[in-house]
């Protein structure tokens, strides 16, 4: 026996979501049947409002709702296209940090530690392969870079420390050297809640060096 | 910073989905804004389908839809409310399995090694009491047994063999004690890929006694 | 810098024993270092003692001390070889039990559900090939056998229900053939604590079948 | 049943080892049984010999072998009671780096990114109470410190960052803090392999600020 097709088919619309296989998507399924009619509403309504509501900002690509930014800015000139951050005078437009994706770019805010612009690269490779890059922003990436070309001082390239983050970085090295700027890592070193005995050496020397 | 509320709003209603957390919401999220206009559309009309075509057998609260169920059963009779295991008529009668929910009702019948009829009881107790025992549809299982008294012969209780499918085996037995049924639980032994070293002493004292 | 040779040396031995990997049995070495003269000489003792005093009974393979036989069995005859289960008179010579290791033994004994003798196998077998196949105590069971064709009624192949135990037990199956006993394996069932969900289906379809 | 008394009496002695549980010290002990006399023998010898040849480092606490120090050093003179990195010219006697525990100075050394010199503080305190903090050696510490107070520039203070880390650090810099002397912490940063995602906002700030 198998699931009913309107069942099954839902299923494999919710196995497509990340981190989200069959059985969880089933779960998913029988949670929404045992919903009352308002919330599947109040569902259908989030979703759909998500399109219609919510643009990506034309410097970095970040989602965000026109209604969050101050009518000060951009009122009649299509700059309503700007998010929040990228709108907001008192950030510091000297600073561009790309990061991989959305959440990145929202964990990084949470630090209260950078007031610059982001940029959302839209991705990551794992090889220098044509196919692979052509899937990343960079266009975009160096137009942005040339219209702003006096105002930004530090390029802070804040890929994940992985092999594939490391890839894109030496990429995005490449590509930004012309501009001469200066482009800056996210720190090594060892995370809170490590433990010294299971750090990689890489790590761990980084964090001797960076003592303070 | 925090998301725009679209985002939040619809974060907040995946957070309720089982086994989603906030970060796996956002992914979700961010996974829809990617997606085309008729992939979200697709999306919306499923969950909205769901409610619309998916019915509730009226015997073991089984979902389904009235078209799976072939019309020479209940048509015009308002039989339609039957699913396609409760209407099939060559499934055997004499047996009633009561399962939990509806996905361990799919997994016995992947199984292909039983022909009766189910029943979903909803929920499970951690307790005999009054509040928890309401949740479960024991009334709905008493009158489902009176009404077919005749023709039930067994009665599988195929709760899970955890503490608390072993409180709610015991509250069915006493309830299905008047009903004087052969009343039964599923064999304990050692699943496929166990090793007994790990096996606690009930499950390896079950597989010896019934070795063949 | 590496670790003193001392050090090294005891290192290496300590990575040999099961699960144990080189950082684990460095902090095995470091206890010890840290461990006091008597500490040390009761652990030299009881690993020196080993050897000495643990003897392997002649029938089951299973290690004793000849100190738990009472005198009343083996006096004088050798038969001080047997394990205080072989020896003990009220066992059931009717039924031997084949296990591939010695925790597996324990394991059964404390289940208080096994009353026949044993025989460690000594290990299982990934394949049919006589490289893997020779490793086994295989002419040894079946002298065993031999020698008491007449007490035993039943064999129990008490192998873990995983692929090598599997094999091991087809293997088995084709080599006790001939002597024409009833040969049992271990029942498969859902385990304490299982959830019918995530059972796989020959698991559930014993469980099915093996009810209760 | 229970395992023979010279049996029992080994595992009890294995389950005192870091990270060993009964059953493993069972499998210890099962291991052993099959080892050959010489292997036995080996494990013996190096145990015993782990006491009469290894030596404490009258400096740092670090455990080394006599014949591994150059004759030049020490002969004659007690110093042999030096390790090989307290005698070694070529170390830095600036720089001090006091770390928890044995396994925490090899993997420093392994870095190759330090050349000074090495205190283990043999522990961490969870508080500041003096029952906690009388198990560490913190009156060698101030010993050391004050024999060397005109060669010693910089103290490290390379605790694990957790929370028993940070707080033996806080009790560290009280302590040290009467020498005056520069005292530093291990870089905290982004560790290889990491993603932002998943980093919690003062690890990802110090990568911020740490930034190169």
Known sequence: MSYPSTIQKLIELFSKFPTVGPRTAARFVFYLLKSSKEEIEELINSISNLKKIV???????????????????????????????????SRDRN????????TDLITIEKTKKYNGLYFILGGTVSSLRKA?????????????????????????????????????????????KPYNK??????????????????????????????K
Chains 1, 2, 3, 4 share one sequence.
């Open 55 to 89: 643009k990506i900002c034309s410097f970095c690509f970040n989602p965000f709702e026109p209604s969050q930014v101050s009518s000060k800015f951009g009122e009649g000139k299509g700059e309503g296209d700007l998010c929040p951050i990228c709108s907001n005078p």
């Open 95 to 102: 600073l561009l940090c790309i990061v991989e994706k959305e």
């Open 132 to 176: 692979d890059v052509e899937k990343l922003r960079i266009k975009e990436l160096q137009e942005r870079i040339k219209n702003h070309i006096e105002l930004i001082k530090e390029i802070i390239v804040a890929t994940n420390p992985t092999t594939e983050g490391e890839a894109t970085t030496l990429y995005l090295e490449r590509v930004l």
């Open 182 to 211: 200066r482009i800056t890592r996210l720190g090594r070193g060892l995370p809170v809640g490590a433990e010294l005995e299971y750090a990689d050496e890489e790590t761990l020397g980084s964090a001797l060096e960076g003592r």
